[in-house]
């Protein structure tokens, strides 16, 4: 299937509590959990909807870091070609080069602030809200532009760079709803950010927002004074409701809109492995432990979302929760003996259906062979 159909890449962190681990580190922390941490990156088919390939690194490393490390492990494991869908983590312009320097097809989400995707905004911004712009299916407005792309490779065996023009397709989308809602979150965090610097209480990791947003003045008299540069602000507010896709080969809008939609499998993988698999914690004290436990949480990930897969193809969900399932075929009971065959106890019919529902043998089935 690798070649048929779009892979959606992402990450997840799993907070620690061990100072043995030689990976937990502090970072990016996406259930907000203040604790360090490792991070685990996951491939995750959207069709087949099943897990492909996984691996674990340092806590401190940001998905963007992440990209020139997979495509050299695709390539060892024989699959230099394939479809990537990422969210905007995963964007650089190095990323999006290595993509097109390794024959990858991609579909990929990018932030508004990008110079680029701000003309394209601006260009589109005055019809934007179209009625012939409207997509009824996703309840907002959509724009395809095709643009150049930059391209750049550095070639060290002839101790140049290759610059050349490739072609990419930029879709824009705006939801009114979504531009409401931006505007709050926006409006909350610079009340938060005024009174960071009210307080005298900065935090490192908001100083480039302290100077885009406020000019803070000091006098003798009054003190301390937060200005906010409005132009800044507005400048911002003028992208609100927008969301970009970049693609390589997807040039319908609407076909990007709903592969990038499905990559929300890789985020339910990663609610399996935390939730129904146990690895909110990690809950071992060394290293060759993790490996060997996040191994064989990656193989149950395989059983339990090809079996999901199943339930959902044959519509099993309206008889059955997953567990539901997987207790009626555990009262089937099964032993051996040494130098015997397989002994099964009774299948009944609808359990022996359940496992013609999985496309496997029945267990009675397996002890005949």
Same mark, same amino acid.
């Given at each position: 299937r690798m070649h048929d159909e779009y892979w959606a890449y992402d990450s997840?962190?799993?907070?620690?509590?061990?100072?043995?681990?030689?990976?937990?580190?502090?970072?990016?922390?996406?259930?907000?959990?203040?604790?360090?941490?490792?991070n685990l990156l996951l491939l995750f088919g959207q069709k087949s909807n099943l897990p492909f390939y996984y691996r674990k690194l340092a806590g401190n490393i940001p998905d963007v870091k992440?990209?020139?490390?997979?495509?050299?492990?695709?390539?060892?494991?024989?699959y230099p070609k394939v479809k990537l869908v990422t969210d905007r983590g995963f964007y650089s312009a190095d990323n999006v080069n290595g993509l097109y320097q390794n024959h990858i097809k991609f579909l990929m989400s990018a932030g508004t602030s990008l110079s680029f995707v701000k003309k394209a905004i601006e260009s589109v911004k005055e019809t934007m809200s179209d009625w012939s712009r409207y997509d009824d299916k996703y309840d907002l407005y959509t724009y395809t532009q095709t643009i150049e792309w930059d391209y750049s490779q550095e070639r060290p065996y002839k101790g140049d760079t290759l610059k050349e023009s490739r072609r990419m397709y930029l879709h824009l989308y705006y939801n009114a709803d979504k531009a409401v809602e %931006?505007?709050?979150?926006?409006?909350? #965090?610079?009340?938060?950010?005024?009174q960071e610097l009210l307080s005298g209480k900065r935090k490192a990791e908001h100083e480039k927002d302290y100077g885009k947003y406020f000019?803070?003045?000091?006098t003798p008299v009054r003190g301390v004074k937060v200005v906010a540069r409005q132009q800044a602000m507005d400048e911002a507010k003028s992208r609100f409701g927008f969301f970009v896709l970049l693609s390589n080969e997807v040039k319908s809008s609407r076909i990007a809109l709903e592969i990038y939609r499905n990559k929300d499998v890789v985020e339910k993988a990663f609610g399996n492995i935390k939730e129904r698999l146990n690895g909110k914690r990690m809950l071992v004290s060394s290293d060759a432990s993790l490996e060997g436990k996040l191994f064989v949480e990656f193989i149950a990930l395989i059983y339990l979302s090809y079996i999901k897969r199943q339930m959902s193809e044959k519509n099993l969900f309206k008889q059955y929760t997953l567990q539901?399932?997987?207790?009626?075929? %555990?009262?089937?009971?099964?032993?051996? #003996?040494?130098?015997?065959?397989?002994?099964?106890g009774e299948v009944l019919h609808k359990q022996r259906q359940l496992f013609k529902d999985m496309d496997v043998l029945s267990p009675d089935a397996v002890a005949s062979l």
């Open positions: 997840t962190s799993i907070s620690s509590y061990s100072e043995c681990l030689n990976q937990v580190r502090h970072g990016k922390n996406k259930d907000n959990d203040r604790l360090p941490q490792i992440t990209m020139r490390v997979l495509l050299h492990d695709l390539d060892v494991l024989g %931006d505007g709050r979150k926006f409006n909350l #965090r610079m009340m938060d950010l005024q000019e803070v003045k000091q539901g399932l997987l207790d009626e075929a %555990d009262l089937i009971e099964c032993y051996t #003996r040494p130098g015997k065959s397989l002994t099964v």
